[in-house]
């Protein structure tokens, strides 16, 4: 028989913090607190595994969980004293939610439960208090008909507030028992109203509504937002922990409070919270009454002049104080907990990791170690890589005022300030003059590369997370919002509009590319700062991890900083991005109009040198690291103008007429870009083009090995190979151009020839092309688009939908989606493995700056992951995390 | 050590017609004729593992080979009785090319090799005929210095005219053997001349000279060329045999002749062929003398006055007569023989399988069953799948004058004549008036529907083999030529042109859809005739396959033309083609552009009644056989208009101003559309489209179930699934409308839900999509689109390129990449089976109709193949092929 109901109290517990996906987080702490000893009301969990079975089963229970849930609330009842719904003496219990994550206030509560026209004379004669026993009571009504029967809390608090004002009273404490009792019977008159019948007086009926409320809030919208937001599968399920009420509103002799066992925004080691005298829990968090500082030292500090826990109840504080260093020690993390006064006794309600900013996380490891609580190892753990993010971009000021317009995808982290410009041309020139620009798109493309450059930040109304606009943003830094769907943009009038909002180019506006919001005018931003502490945890990070960490990066700048962060190489040198300077562009385009291989081969020795320059610069400043340079890959018609008046400017300059020019780029134009004429396609249609790439790295790594005296090892990576003839087709042709560059500069040359994977079908006959190729570098964007079959750039719009409707957990282009496109890589990796032990393993898709997806890489034993420069610091701390993982 | 060498001669040999991988065919059936005790010369094979090394190895011969080619050269000496190079008695070879499949004409062939200054003389006198001698050397010279020395076979023609006009003399025959001594001197110094050194006179540099040429000549731009037109891989290699030579132009008691066993156009059981007395083999092919018939039958047939072999020949003829009936015999099928008769002995110098037409094929295998010498299993072996299109489409009159002015792909056979259209509009308005169109379009779009139909024929300037216009033309039986790429149409002056042609509308045009052929004026063609035979053949297929062989059908035409090839089902209804109709364009456009819910079920409810009435002729034709459906797969842009004009007369129509069409029509524009809102992506965005559908379909099934008294079982499909949740989504929101339309009719529902895997992500994923799908077809079009990558659309112009370089052999979409995508396929039968046993499987591709492709479906277990109506016969003969082979 299945255990469905897990039983805590008395200094003893059926379960423990090792059972949070069993028992949710709240469950598993109050069993680990009861089994410790700590001061805790008994209780119970219903499992999150009910939760599950509830909806696999058309919302109906396990047919023993009735039985057992009785048997739970007898232990219970033994260990208070009292009895649930008893007229003498009856137990009240709270009945909370609490799943495997902390989802804060996305789910119901409901207090006071066991309350009815019986039990509330018992509970005023047992607690000698009618006032405090009819209060709880309207309490009650209240929370469970607006959590359970589903009638608006406002209807009450109406009731409420016009009782007031009849009697002519201010604050809720000036209503009387006689008051409050009437109360009651305006809120039972008003459920009888709106639901055709009484509020349920049988206690074990509330109980049973409560359940089926918090179960049935697991699916209501907040929490399934709050599941996509946070990535947290609806699988998980929620566990209902049931337990026996304390009442910190006794009187003054009680009291609730919060607390933080060390300070959650700066990390300091200090006992920091919050209390209230006489009050249940939820008025700590209602804000109506302000709350009181637990300790001496941050009353005196904050110059408050209310008493402290520490002097009004000491005995109690010392407790408390004791329990908070006994839970820290214990569970060697800060902990966030709540806890109750009822009459001078202390009771413990919660305890749970606590949430900290990304600064406090990274003291608080710190701190730990040289505490000597933690190991290095562990300490690592403790800090989302993803939350380094908020340390390496300016960010907004939160205390800052904010009108949001409109919201797009947070497609590059950071915010950004400045006037709109809707062309790059328009930014750049903007820009030089010294104002802070906005480059505002419907979509960008690498023609806009020099205006995404001179901008603050990027703002597109189409495309994903990985679009054009996204990926470059990332690279360079930029903050960017992409896809921004509700945004019309019209270049004619340059005026963009939202709603009632309409923006004219030089409008301020102000993004966020944390959040994806989009604000009008200029809202305050923090800079970064980068602690002591971080350098130290970053530092272990390194001597923890096993992957090498590279970086993405295409310019001396992207190069620099990625260094600076930490990078290990470059993983992934897109050429293209280098063809379009406006010096340069107007000789590729020459190429690709070149009516033979004679023209083709004029206009490649014209870009020969600049291209040997780039390679140049990128060797001496990555000074002997590896640098994997990928051969030209987009399809060429993306070079080409697509306006009237540049084509007629192209047809000038090369003397071919406009229809010819707009003949050839028809002829160039395809349905599916993304499965075109693009990649080793295009090296096999034009071995001169990969042969002018090829001899301007092999020419510079040989100018850059003289000059440095360190060999440089260029890693010529081979894009979009579906099959071993590919490879070998170019690679014999990469490897001719080496031979002759040797020969011309009498030296020997070191490189290696390698290829994306990047195609199921490369995947698939991984184990052919590692005969050829030296190193494969998955390049997991492209491969993610072909096993899903989703273009990237098209996908935002429907992949919502598909979260809406609970079809889609994530976004595969952000996490790799491990059970598809995760098996083409392992497949890939074991097969080209096999054929060439040894075979050199990088990751540079997206996903290289990803942690889970890091996490994956390290678990099938890739060599590294490259990443954009910023995200190099995320990728080492997720590297250690996953070495730890790993060898767990 | 590697045996590189086989001998063969004197009524043994090493090999025989087993060997022909490694012999090449003309290798291995000499080998076998030897082995017979036939009279063959001797001679020798160097396999065609001599040449994958030689190419392998930069182009040189293994280091055993010389030493191997020497001891058989001793061989063939020893019977002969002659000595290769001797001056006394001079032994001479004709070397020769032999590939595993035959590639007639394309490699190139010396004869008479072992000539020079000293044994011309031996032989002249040993033959007792100096003329013979000198004739013999001047050939070798010429022969020798255009195959291996490369010096064009004009210069020595030119030579041979200037002596015979110095001479006064008209025939070669008059020329003396004087004559042809100086005509030696003449070309020698000719090669000297040309080379700066003497033509060679070592036997053995001559030899392998040959041989090496030979090799080359497996790569020469002929040879590439087939091998790409039949598929023939390169790795393959050709054999080189080298043999004695005998000589038919020894005198008039020598002679020298083809025949074919059986008539090769027709199939008829006679021995057919030709000779010339006096000639060498090479005489009979160039056409100099017109060859006279073998047999006296087949003279007095032609009423010709020259006499036949066997008058001529009488004792020869018969004794050529016992051993064609002794090879049909032994090769049980129709023979193509060379022979030679060399002063009254007969030799046999070439049996193969002879080349014939697909009628021939047909009759030839439904004879040698009857006459006892093949079984059925056999007989529907020898007639290839592909070949029966012959039969079933009019064909261009192959004795007809023909202008081509270019060519496309042949992207559907069969002829058609008429006058260009540019439009389909243009199209089917001339075609209701009785014209014969032909619809010319750069591309096609589902739009251009009717006018396909209309057409006889459809002629692109874009797109591949599977591109819009190939897959409906071919669906519809109308000829195509697709991505013929030279044209340029022009559809604002109504012109093409290519080349200094140009074409008006309404200029007569013909297109071979069979070669891609696009031709002037109206070319004569001959309509297909189906014999008894082939009725009779296509019966055996049908009681040996396996396979079963459904139809890919929409309208009721092909689906009735699908049942009279013999289809047994549908395997896969686009439901999008059903949206085209004028009628129903509307409706489906409001729903696109409907702002809401409501909107898009309003414009819904007025397409389900004619989509039910789709559904209800189908299944009324296809009377209880099983029909797929595929719902809505194209992105809803498809179905929007593109010009401006249109989209005001659309918003003139519905009401919406112009500006907010163009801004939602922009809005679902696509990068990428093979990748994005298509498919399940649209049902689950738009689920009330899925369920119109399956409402449509289950209130048809119900009507044509109660019409007929007969279950109709519709399998519903739904498309383009990458996960189990999607599945099980669609799955439940269609079961849902079954029930419904099951509780409003009164009667119970029998239906299957299934899935196209036609991502990669499906295919790893079959284990639980199995769970919940009843059936799987296998989509190999985007299969092979998402595994390699490429859009096939794009893909014609590159993978020329391809071919060229010899990078892929075929189209992998027309016949499934076994390696990659095969996997794929073969993966997700096996993990959709294990999880759902007994899982029903297809395939819906184009490959459904490809044989090779058939063949491997049969490999792996599907249960059914589908393709076009025209196909269909080709699948059941292929479907046939492929059992039997997979019993052996």
Same mark, same amino acid.
Request: aromatic residues 6%.
């Given at each position: 028989?299945?255990? $469905? *109901?897990?039983?805590?109290?008395?200094?003893?517990?059926?379960?423990?913090?090792?059972?949070?996906?069993?028992?949710?987080?709240?469950?598993?702490?109050? +069993?680990?607190?009861?089994?410790?000893?700590? #001061?805790?009301?008994?209780?119970?969990?219903?499992?999150?595994?009910?939760?599950?079975?509830?909806?696999?089963?058309?919302?109906?229970? #396990?047919?023993?969980?009735?039985?057992?849930?009785?048997?739970?609330?007898?232990?219970?009842?033994?260990?208070?004293?009292?009895?649930?719904?008893?007229?003498?003496?009856?137990?009240?219990?709270?009945?909370?939610?609490?799943?495997?994550?902390?989802?804060?206030?996305?789910?119901?509560?409901?207090?006071?439960?066991?309350?009815?026209? %019986?039990?509330?004379?018992?509970? +005023?004669?047992?607690?000698?208090?009618?006032?405090?026993? $009819?209060?709880?009571?309207?309490?009650?009504?209240?929370?469970?008909?607006?959590?359970?029967?589903?009638?608006?809390?406002?209807?009450?608090?109406?009731?409420?507030?016009?009782?007031?004002?009849?009697?002519?009273?201010?604050?809720?404490?000036?209503?009387? +028992?006689?008051?409050?009792? =009437?109360?009651?019977?305006?809120?039972?008159?008003?459920?009888?109203?709106?639901?055709?019948?009484?509020?349920?007086?049988?206690?074990?009926?509330?109980?049973?509504?409560? &359940?089926?409320?918090? @179960?049935?809030?697991?699916?209501?919208?907040?929490?399934?937002?709050?599941?996509?937001?946070?990535?947290? #599968?609806?699988?998980?399920?929620?566990?209902?922990?049931?337990?026996?009420?304390?009442?910190?509103?006794?009187?003054?002799?009680?009291?609730?409070?919060?607390?933080?066992?060390?300070? !959650?925004?700066?990390?300091?080691?200090?006992?920091?919270?919050?209390?209230?005298?006489?009050?249940?829990?939820?008025?700590? *968090?209602?804000?109506?009454?302000?709350?009181?500082?637990?300790?001496?030292? /941050?009353?005196?500090?904050?110059?408050?002049?209310?008493?402290?826990?520490?002097?009004?109840?000491?005995?109690?504080?010392?407790?408390?104080?004791?329990?908070?260093?006994?839970?820290?020690?214990?569970?060697?993390?800060?902990?966030?907990?709540?806890?109750?006064?009822?009459?001078?006794?202390?009771?413990?309600? =919660?305890?749970?990791?606590?949430?900290?900013?990304?600064?406090?996380?990274?003291?608080?490891?710190?701190?730990?170690?040289?505490?000597?609580?933690?190991?290095?190892?562990?300490?690592?753990?403790?800090?989302?890589?993803?939350?380094?993010?908020?340390?390496?971009? !300016?960010?907004?000021?939160?205390?800052?005022?904010?009108?949001?317009?409109?919201?797009?995808? !947070?497609?590059?982290?950071?915010?950004?300030?400045?006037?709109?410009?809707?062309?790059?041309? =328009?930014?750049?020139?903007?820009?030089?003059?010294?104002?802070?620009?906005?480059?505002?798109?419907?979509?960008?493309?690498?023609?806009?590369?020099?205006?995404?450059?001179?901008?603050?930040?990027?703002?597109?109304?189409?495309?994903?997370?990985?679009?054009?606009?996204?990926?470059?943003?990332?690279?360079?830094?930029?903050?960017?919002?992409?896809?921004?769907?509700?945004?019309?943009?019209?270049?004619?009038?340059?005026?963009?509009?939202?709603?009632?909002?309409?923006?004219?180019?030089?409008?301020?506006?102000?993004?966020?590319?944390?959040?994806?919001?989009?604000?009008?005018?200029?809202?305050?931003?923090?800079?970064?700062?980068?602690?002591?502490?971080?350098?130290?945890?970053?530092?272990?990070?390194?001597?923890?991890? =096993?992957?090498?960490?590279?970086?993405?990066?295409?310019?001396?700048?992207?190069?620099?900083?990625?260094?600076?962060?930490?990078?290990?190489?470059?993983?992934?040198?897109?050429?293209?991005?280098?063809?379009?300077? /406006?010096?340069?562009?107007?000789?590729?385009?020459?190429?690709?109009?070149?009516?033979?291989?004679?023209?083709?081969?004029?206009?490649?020795?014209? &870009?020969?040198?600049?291209?040997?320059? %780039?390679?140049?610069?990128?060797?001496?400043?990555?000074?002997?690291?590896?640098?994997?340079?990928?051969?030209?890959?987009?399809?060429?018609?993306?070079?080409?103008?697509?306006?009237?008046?540049?084509?007629?400017?192209?047809?000038?300059?090369?003397?071919?007429? /406009?229809?010819?020019?707009?003949?050839?780029?028809?002829?160039?134009?395809?349905?599916?870009?993304?499965?075109?004429?693009?990649?080793?396609?295009?090296?096999?249609?034009?071995?001169?083009?990969?042969?002018?790439?090829?001899?301007?790295?092999?020419?510079?790594?040989?100018?850059?090995?003289?000059?440095?005296?360190?060999?440089?090892?260029?890693?010529?990576?081979?894009?979009?190979?579906?099959?071993?003839?590919?490879?070998?087709?170019?690679?014999?042709?990469?490897?001719?151009?080496?031979?002759? *560059?040797?020969?011309?500069?009498?030296?020997?040359?070191?490189?290696?020839?390698?290829?994306?994977?990047?195609?199921?079908?490369?995947?698939?006959? /991984?184990?052919?092309?590692?005969?050829?190729?030296? @190193?494969?570098?998955?390049?997991?964007?492209?491969?993610?688009?072909?096993?899903?079959?989703?273009?990237?750039?098209?996908? +935002?719009?429907?992949?919502?939908?598909?979260?809406?409707?609970?079809?889609?957990?994530?976004?595969?282009?952000?996490?790799?989606?491990?059970?598809?496109?995760?098996?083409?890589?392992?497949?890939?990796?074991?097969?080209?493995?096999?054929?060439?032990?040894?075979?050199?393993?990088?990751?540079?898709?997206?996903?290289?700056?990803?942690?889970?997806?890091?996490?994956?890489?390290?678990?099938?034993?890739?060599?590294?992951?490259?990443?954009?420069?910023?995200?190099?610091?995320?990728?080492?701390?997720?590297?250690?995390?996953?070495?730890?993982?790993?060898?767990?």
């Amino acid at each position: 028989m299945t255990k $469905w *109901v897990y039983s805590f109290g008395d200094g003893q517990a059926e379960g423990g913090a090792g059972d949070r996906n069993l028992l949710g987080g709240k469950g598993a702490n109050l +069993a680990e607190m009861s089994g410790l000893g700590l #001061p805790v009301p008994p209780g119970f969990t219903l499992t999150t595994e009910v939760c599950t079975a509830y909806y696999e089963n058309d919302e109906t229970y #396990p047919a023993e969980l009735r039985d057992q849930v009785q048997e739970a609330m007898g232990l219970v009842e033994t260990i208070v004293g009292a009895r649930f719904g008893d007229a003498e003496n009856p137990l009240l219990v709270s009945v909370r939610s609490g799943a495997r994550a902390s989802m804060p206030g996305m789910m119901d509560t409901v207090l006071n439960l066991g309350l009815n026209d %019986d039990t509330v004379q018992a509970l +005023a004669r047992h607690s000698g208090n009618e006032r405090f026993a $009819w209060d709880s009571y309207r309490r009650f009504i209240q929370m469970y008909s607006d959590v359970v029967l589903g009638i608006d809390h406002y209807h009450f608090e109406g009731l409420l507030e016009d009782l007031k004002e009849d009697k002519g009273l201010r604050l809720d404490t000036d209503l009387s +028992a006689d008051d409050l009792r =009437q109360l009651v019977d305006q809120f039972k008159a008003k459920v009888k109203d709106a639901l055709g019948e009484a509020f349920p007086q049988d206690v074990n009926d509330q109980l049973w509504g409560a &359940i089926g409320a918090v @179960f049935g809030s697991w699916q209501n919208a907040r929490a399934v937002t709050y599941r996509r937001l946070h990535d947290i #599968p609806a699988s998980w399920g929620t566990a209902v922990n049931i337990q026996a009420m304390v009442f910190g509103n006794m009187g003054d002799d009680s009291a609730t409070g919060v607390a933080f066992t060390r300070d !959650p925004s700066t990390g300091e080691r200090r006992f920091f919270g919050e209390y209230l005298i006489n009050a249940q829990g939820e008025d700590v *968090v209602a804000g109506i009454r302000t709350p009181q500082h637990l300790t001496l030292a /941050a009353r005196e500090n904050a110059k408050d002049d209310k008493p402290s826990l520490q002097e009004v109840m000491p005995t109690v504080f010392a407790e408390l104080e004791a329990i908070y260093q006994r839970l820290e020690a214990h569970y060697r993390d800060m902990q966030d907990i709540e806890f109750t006064v009822q009459r001078g006794s202390l009771y413990m309600l =919660q305890t749970r990791s606590g949430k900290r900013t990304a600064e406090a996380a990274i003291r608080i490891a710190v701190e730990m170690v040289n505490e000597g609580l933690l190991h290095r190892e562990e300490a690592v753990q403790r800090v989302a890589p993803d939350s380094l993010d908020q340390l390496l971009h !300016p960010t907004l000021d939160p205390e800052a005022d904010r009108q949001v317009i409109t919201q797009g995808l !947070p497609a590059s982290p950071g915010a950004a300030t400045g006037k709109v410009a809707f062309s790059a041309d =328009q930014a750049e020139s903007l820009a030089a003059q010294g104002e802070d620009i906005l480059l505002v798109r419907i979509e960008t493309s690498p023609e806009d590369i020099h205006g995404m450059h001179a901008a603050r930040g990027i703002l597109t109304s189409r495309g994903g997370m990985t679009s054009h606009a996204a990926v470059v943003a990332r690279g360079m830094g930029r903050p960017c919002v992409s896809g921004a769907g509700q945004l019309r943009i019209d270049y004619q009038t340059q005026t963009m509009q939202v709603g009632d909002n309409k923006i004219v180019a030089g409008d301020v506006i102000t993004i966020d590319g944390g959040s994806g919001e989009v604000m009008l005018g200029e809202v305050a931003t923090i800079q970064p700062k980068l602690s002591g502490d971080f350098a130290t945890l970053m530092a272990w990070a390194n001597d923890i991890r =096993q992957l090498g960490i590279r970086t993405n990066a295409e310019t001396p700048a992207e190069a620099k900083a990625a260094i600076k962060f930490g990078a290990e190489g470059i993983g992934l040198c897109r050429t293209e991005h280098m063809f379009f300077d /406006a010096d340069r562009i107007l000789a590729v385009r020459e190429m690709i109009l070149a009516e033979d291989l004679a023209g083709r081969q004029a206009a490649l020795a014209k &870009i020969l040198p600049m291209q040997r320059q %780039d390679f140049v610069d990128l060797f001496t400043i990555m000074t002997g690291l590896p640098v994997t340079i990928r051969l030209l890959d987009p399809p060429l018609h993306e070079f080409l103008p697509r306006s009237d008046a540049e084509l007629a400017q192209l047809a000038n300059v090369t003397g071919a007429t /406009a229809e010819d020019l707009r003949f050839r780029a028809n002829q160039l134009h395809e349905y599916n870009p993304m499965l075109g004429h693009r990649g080793c396609r295009l090296g096999i249609s034009y071995p001169e083009i990969y042969e002018m790439q090829a001899r301007a790295i092999f020419e510079a790594a040989a100018l850059v090995s003289a000059e440095q005296g360190k060999t440089v090892v260029p890693e010529v990576m081979i894009p979009l190979i579906a099959s071993k003839a590919e490879f070998t087709f170019l690679q014999a042709r990469i490897a001719a151009v080496a031979d002759q *560059v040797a020969a011309e500069q009498g030296s020997e040359l070191e490189y290696l020839i390698g290829t994306m994977i990047e195609l199921p079908r490369a995947a698939l006959r /991984a184990g052919e092309i590692a005969e050829g190729a030296e @190193f494969f570098s998955f390049g997991t964007n492209d491969l993610t688009q072909t096993v899903f079959g989703i273009s990237r750039d098209d996908s +935002a719009g429907f992949l919502e939908d598909y979260h809406d409707k609970g079809i889609l957990d994530g976004d595969p282009f952000a996490t790799l989606d491990i059970d598809g496109v995760g098996e083409m890589v392992a497949l890939a990796s074991e097969r080209g493995r096999k054929s060439r032990p040894g075979l050199k393993l990088g990751i540079c898709g997206e996903h290289g700056g990803d942690p889970a997806s890091i996490a994956f890489c390290q678990s099938i034993g890739l060599d590294y992951v490259s990443c954009s420069p910023f995200r190099v610091p995320i990728a080492r701390l997720a590297a250690a995390q996953a070495a730890v993982k790993n060898t767990q």
